[in-house]
């Protein structure tokens, strides 16, 4: 299973893996992020390059400010 920071099933997307490999794959830039200007997933910035973390569940903040502005 190929699973992204937000603890979604990348497998899931009817994108996947034709227009899409995912925030891993893509530094936090999966297909949908090209609808806004060359934005980064906010997950993927929290976790990843901010707090350092291999998953968004890490984190000990149970409702964040990224989580509740999605």
Not at 22 to 36: I, R
Not at 48 to 57: I, T
Request: aromatic letters at 8%.
């Amino acid at each position: 299973m190929k699973k992204a920071y937000c603890g979604m099933n990348c497998e899931c997307c009817v994108e996947f893996p034709r227009r899409c490999q995912g925030c891993n794959t893509t530094a936090g830039k999966p297909l949908w992020t090209s609808e806004f200007d060359d934005c980064m997933c906010p997950i993927y910035v929290c976790c990843v390059l901010k707090k350092q973390l291999s998953d968004c569940w890490e984190c000990h903040e149970i409702i964040c400010t990224v989580k509740k502005n999605l």
